[in-house]
């Protein structure tokens, strides 16, 4: 199985911030790496597929890169809706593993 | 508007039986892989299986194989996540959510809403 480790698995941060979040996985996934977006009572959101495009509808302030076994998710701008705990997720194989999560809060 | 419409929260002992669904509307039901994640009390999401209405092929995670029953019914649009006994341990919050495919690409581009269950006696 293909593991997926994500870090930090919590971060602080302000309003306005950049941060960077970085999924690694356990062997070469290519570019086949998905973001979500998640907030606690409700689904999942997708942010990014194919480790670095937009998903319709979602502001720009999001970005992806990486390929192989690294990626990162970055917001530029950090807005208060944005403070949720986002997952990377490989589609390499089809066991889809998520990663562990990194919980974004206010610092 | 895609969207995937989940059964309500369960509370159920152990040993007992439960299906819960997931019903898919504003797009062609049959076409799309559904799968099924869980996210047990603070912890992260696990893929769990996947399902394909359109000839019922199931494809289960290492973990779930033979502890649930992914099926469909293409009729009604709705996917169904099934135990025959439920154990404590099953206690969580269920997603359904739809495969969207640029191949070779492939991402879980809508979600249901979650239904909750919780096993205990």
């Known amino acids: 199985d293909i593991q997926m480790t994500q870090s930090p698995s919590s971060l602080s941060a302000s309003v306005g911030d950049r941060v960077t979040i970085t999924c690694r996985a356990s062997?070469?996934?290519?570019?086949?790496l998905n973001w979500y977006q998640h907030k606690p009572g409700k689904a999942p959101n997708l942010l990014i597929y194919?480790?670095?495009s937009l998903q319709s509808g979602v502001p720009s302030r999001f970005s992806g890169s990486g390929s192989g076994t690294d990626f990162s998710l970055t917001i530029s701008g950090l807005q208060p809706e944005d403070f949720a705990t986002y997952f990377c997720?490989?589609?390499?194989?089809?066991?889809?593993?998520f990663g562990q999560g990194t919980t974004l809060e206010i610092k | 508007e895609v969207q995937l419409v989940q059964s309500g929260a369960e509370v159920k002992k152990p040993g007992e039986s439960l299906r819960i669904s997931c019903e898919g509307a504003?797009?062609?039901?049959?076409?799309?892989?559904i799968a099924w994640v869980r996210q047990m009390p603070g912890k992260g999401l696990e893929w769990m299986g996947i399902l394909y209405p359109g000839d019922s092929d199931v494809r289960y995670g290492p973990s779930f194989q033979g502890q649930v029953t992914i099926s469909a019914d293409r009729s009604t649009n709705t996917a169904y996540l099934q135990w025959s006994r439920l154990k404590a341990s099953d206690t969580a919050i269920y997603y359904c959510?739809?495969?969207?495919?640029?191949?070779?690409?492939?991402?879980?581009?809508?979600w249901g809403q979650g239904t909750l269950v919780t096993v205990s006696s």
């Open positions: 062997q070469n996934i290519r570019r086949y």
């Open positions: 997720q490989q589609s390499y194989t089809n066991m889809y593993t």
């Open positions: 959510a739809r495969l969207q495919q640029l191949p070779p690409n492939n991402w879980f581009d809508s």
């Open positions: 504003g797009y062609i039901f049959a076409d799309y892989w």
């Open positions: 194919g480790a670095s």
